[in-house]
């Protein structure tokens, strides 16, 4: 588990910062290729679906 205000510890592995921090993988950047709809308020990335990211925001 990391050291931040993840809504959903248990999944934080399979969230973008943490896939990002290990390797941009062809699956990982998968998740970046549909129009972004949420923005995580921890690292600021967008993503379409508000479960890849630690703390979901609407855009």
Known sequence: MSDNN???????HLHVCELKA????EE???LFE???HV???N??????KPENVC???DL
Do not use: F, I, L
Request: overall charge positive.
């Open 6 to 12: 993840c809504v959903d510890p248990d999944q934080h």
């Open 22 to 25: 290990k390797e941009m993988n």
């Open 28 to 30: 990982v950047r998968k």
């Open 34 to 36: 549909a129009p972004p």
């Open 39 to 41: 923005a995580c308020t």
């Open 43 to 48: 690292c600021g990335v967008k993503v379409a």
């Open 55 to 57: 703390s979901p925001k």
